[in-house]
């Protein structure tokens, strides 16, 4: 192996473990707000970082997919060894950093595909090795402030977006609030399962050969995030005049009421309001934040959100 090739290897494996470091890093900077003491967030973050480091540097016979879950789990058992409250909440925190991890790295490769194909494995460079080592050590540092970027503003938005940390998280809830994250994750294995099936079949990459593929897959990382969906509310309330601030505060902060109804109900000599409101909410982030706004109303209760 030549001088050239090793520096190859390095830098390579080097972006890989810095990726990782990062990776965890940002997991422990997610759970803090909700964790008791700091310490306990340092604990789920360097937890994490040394499974997947002893993962990577001794690879056992397993996917990428069930390798980075191992890694989840564990920093999942040390979150609820530390804090053993919420444990739904502990749940969502762990599926949810679990999908941002795949849907962020996923962009940046993208990202990198085409910049490494551009600028790096160019047929006029092709013989001028060090120059194209050069420019792959550029590629491998843009790569890394990508995911950076990707998932640190990811985790900045749900914890912005997430008001009420400290509040104990029902089943319901938590059902809810992973769904985005579940339909992202889910979207990425089917296409990967594509790539991975074209590449066996001919022996070719799909991006290369169809590089509108590797665009398509970009937009579905980053358009759940950024699309908007249709959220059901049934509940009951006291007055209709508590059901209209809360939706006066929804609309304020940008959601649109379909349609609502209300009927007026009577039970055990106390009239009460029952409420079915159609809303169209930006996905994932807005859900979050209409959650916080039925918990500032102690007097309405949720029965189905779809």
Not at 156 to 185: R, T
Not at 240 to 268: A, P, T
Request: charge should be positive; charged fraction near 20%.
């Amino acid at each position: 192996m030549s001088l050239v090739e090793k520096c190859w290897m390095i830098t390579s494996n080097v972006s890989v473990i810095a990726v990782l470091i990062i990776t965890g890093i940002c997991f422990g900077i997610f759970v803090r707000p909700y964790m008791k003491k700091k310490k306990e967030a340092i604990a789920v973050s360097t937890v994490y970082i040394a499974v997947m480091l002893v993962l990577y540097i001794v690879p056992p016979q397993i996917d990428n997919f069930s390798a980075y879950m191992m890694g989840i789990m564990a920093a999942f058992i040390v979150m609820y060894a530390e804090d053993r409250r919420n444990i739904y909440q502990k749940i969502f925190l762990a599926v949810t950093f679990f999908s941002l991890r795949w849907l962020a790295v996923a962009m940046a490769a993208r990202l990198d595909d085409l910049i490494t194909k551009v600028f790096v494995f160019q047929n006029t460079i092709a013989s001028r090795e060090w120059l194209q080592y050069g420019l792959y050590v550029g590629t491998r540092i843009l790569n890394l402030i990508f995911c950076i970027v990707f998932i640190a503003g990811g985790v900045w938005l749900i914890n912005k977006a997430f008001v009420y940390k400290k509040d104990e998280m029902s089943i319901k809830e938590m059902v809810l609030l992973m769904i985005p994250s579940l339909v992202g994750v889910t979207g990425y294995g089917i296409l990967q399962y594509y790539l991975n099936i074209y590449e066996k079949d001919t022996g070719k990459n799909l991006i290369d050969t169809y590089g509108f593929y590797g665009t398509l897959s970009f937009l579905h990382y980053l358009i759940p995030q950024l699309g908007t969906t249709t959220i059901e509310l049934n509940f009951s309330a006291p007055s209709r005049d508590s059901v209209k601030e809360f939706i006066s505060k929804i609309k304020q902060k940008g959601m649109e009421v379909h349609s609502y109804e209300l009927k007026e109900r009577r039970f055990s000599k106390e009239e009460f309001v029952e409420a079915s409101i159609e809303i169209k909410a930006k996905r994932g982030f807005h859900t979050l934040e209409i959650l916080d706004y039925m918990n500032d109303f102690s007097d309405v209760t949720i029965s189905t959100i779809k």
